[in-house]
């Protein structure tokens, strides 16, 4: 049905991507080139033809060069944590050859002391902080004594209240001065809960102690969805009381609004309230109430497609294949636009190479939806499997 299509863009986009990273100069895993070559990496994987794994390698090279010749952040989305995730995840694939043992011990010592340093000081933002390093050292194929020591940092930072626990959100008090005087609660996977309970499930489930971490926070965010009656089941801030701090509806995307949040609960064995939530958002959201504008993963098409297609691997449920098979059409038909695959900002379609705003991350998705055999791994760095 759209096979001959995404075949084509995926064609469109890896003839973009050459051109971009002629001129692009940024490392990083979720931003940069660096994704690019997770890009690359599935791309062979689905046609088999060696230029795309050389290009994955090139950029490997690249990636590896700029740490030791830039001064690099720490963090997962541009920094260095994003960058030796994956070259350990695609070492654990069998596309990259290397000891990150051998490599990168000394990277160890600094990304952990890092990592946990931040979780101590409450700076605990996926995508810019110290949680997100952690994905690193989850990366690893055998438990890492570093993960032990990111549970103690996040029990110790967590904010009991009546409903369960959760975190304080720093990082969008900073971003938004307008917020009330109160502590506030992001329900966001880029900065809030969901990724914090994301990263302790995983803890969880390589077999370390959490207490009851994952179940207590898992009760707080049921909590605190909307009244009956809103398009959206969760707003994007709330207060201790669980009442929303900015406007009650929520976009739809991977960053915020009811997929991660569902996302969360699926993978921490809420089965029945991710499935309720999932089924709403394929019988109720479009590209109107979702706020959809362009394809990308962050916020756009392509990636509500992507986790629709995750939530139906998982569970087998037919509706969700429906919602995957339905928003990779809006991608299509996006694509198909004057918009094309360009990332949507202040009224105006910018073209770029990375995984959550860019194209790579349009083709990862288009890939995974194309090919059923190829187990979409690389989203792991996105907390979707």
Same mark, same amino acid.
């Given at each position: 049905?759209?096979?001959?299509?995404?075949?084509?863009?995926?064609?469109?986009?890896?003839?973009?991507?050459?051109?971009?990273?002629?001129?692009?100069?940024?490392?990083?895993?979720?931003? &940069?080139?660096?994704?690019?070559?997770?890009?690359?990496?599935?791309?062979?994987?689905?046609?088999?033809?060696?230029?795309?794994?050389?290009?994955?390698?090139?950029?490997?090279l690249s990636s590896m060069d700029a740490m030791s010749?830039?001064?690099?952040?720490?963090?997962?989305?541009n920094g260095i944590g994003g960058i030796v995730w994956?070259?350990?995840?695609?070492?654990?694939?069998?596309? +990259?050859?290397?000891?990150?043992?051998?490599?990168?011990?000394?990277?160890?010592?600094?990304?952990?002391?890092?990592?946990?340093?931040?979780? =101590?000081?409450?700076?605990?933002?996926?995508?810019?902080?110290?949680?997100?390093?952690?994905?690193?050292? %989850?990366?690893?194929?055998?438990?890492?004594?570093?993960?032990?020591?990111?549970?103690?940092?996040?029990?110790?930072?967590?904010?009991?209240?009546?409903?369960?626990?959760?975190?304080?959100?720093?990082?969008?008090?900073?971003?938004?001065?307008?917020?009330?005087?109160?502590?506030?609660?992001?329900?966001?996977?880029?900065? &809030?809960?969901?990724?914090?309970?994301?990263?302790?499930?995983?803890?969880?489930?390589? &077999?370390?102690?959490?207490?009851?971490?994952?179940?207590? *926070?898992?009760?707080?965010?049921?909590?605190?969805?909307?009244?009956?009656?809103?398009?959206?089941?969760?707003?994007? %801030?709330?207060?201790?009381?669980?009442?929303?701090?900015?406007? *009650?509806?929520?976009?739809?995307?991977?960053?915020?609004?009811?997929?991660?949040?569902?996302?969360?609960?699926?993978?921490?064995?809420?089965?029945?309230?991710?499935?309720?939530?999932?089924?709403?958002?394929?019988? =109720?959201?479009? +590209?109107? =109430?979702?706020?959809?504008?362009?394809?990308?993963?962050?916020?756009?098409?392509?990636?509500?497609?992507?986790?629709?297609?995750?939530?139906?691997?998982?569970?087998?449920?037919?509706?969700?294949?429906?919602?995957?098979?339905?928003?990779?059409?809006?991608?299509?038909?996006?694509?198909?636009?004057?918009?094309?695959? &360009?990332?949507? +900002?202040?009224?105006?379609?910018?073209?770029?190479?990375? +995984?959550?705003?860019?194209?790579?991350?349009?083709?990862?998705?288009?890939?995974?939806?194309?090919?059923?055999?190829?187990?979409?791994?690389?989203?792991? *760095?996105? %907390?979707?499997?």
């Open positions: 049905m759209y096979q001959k299509r995404v075949t084509h863009i995926l064609k469109d986009i890896s003839q973009l991507l050459d051109q971009l990273l002629k001129t692009d100069h940024q490392p990083g895993l979720l931003g &940069g080139h660096t994704g690019c070559a997770l890009f690359y990496a599935y791309y062979y994987q689905l046609t088999g033809k060696e230029k795309y794994l050389q290009k994955a390698h090139d950029l490997i010749s830039s001064a690099l952040l720490p963090g997962h989305c994956c070259i350990q995840h695609l070492m654990n694939q069998g596309l +990259v050859d290397g000891d990150m043992e051998e490599i990168f011990s000394e990277v160890d010592v600094l990304l952990g002391n890092q990592m946990i340093a931040d979780l =101590n000081n409450k700076q605990y933002d996926f995508l810019h902080e110290g949680l997100g390093i952690a994905l690193y050292f %989850l990366e690893k194929e055998t438990p890492d004594p570093w993960l032990p020591k990111v549970v103690t940092a996040l029990e110790a930072a967590a904010t009991h209240l009546p409903q369960g626990i959760s975190w304080e959100d720093h990082f969008s008090r900073q971003a938004i001065p307008s917020l009330p005087d109160e502590p506030c609660y992001n329900l966001g996977i880029a900065h &809030g809960m969901p990724a914090i309970v994301g990263i302790l499930s995983r803890i969880k489930a390589k &077999g370390i102690d959490t207490g009851n971490l994952v179940e207590k *926070s898992l009760d707080w965010l049921l909590s605190v969805g909307n009244p009956p009656g809103s398009p959206s089941l969760y707003p994007t %801030l709330v207060n201790n009381e669980g009442a929303a701090l900015t406007a *009650s509806h929520s976009r739809m995307g991977w960053c915020y609004g009811d997929l991660p949040v569902a996302m969360t609960l699926l993978h921490g064995g809420y089965t029945n309230q991710a499935y309720e939530m999932l089924a709403h958002s394929v019988q =109720n959201r479009d +590209v109107q =109430n979702g706020m959809v504008h362009d394809t990308c993963i962050c916020h756009g098409s392509a990636g509500i497609a992507h986790i629709f297609n995750r939530a139906y691997r998982h569970t087998g449920e037919h509706l969700f294949r429906q919602g995957a098979e339905k928003w990779l059409q809006h991608t299509i038909d996006i694509y198909e636009s004057p918009a094309g695959v &360009g990332f949507y +900002v202040d009224g105006k379609y910018e073209i770029k190479e990375g +995984v959550l705003e860019g194209v790579a991350g349009v083709g990862l998705a288009l890939i995974a939806a194309l090919d059923k055999d190829i187990v979409p791994a690389w989203d792991r *760095s996105i %907390l979707l499997s």
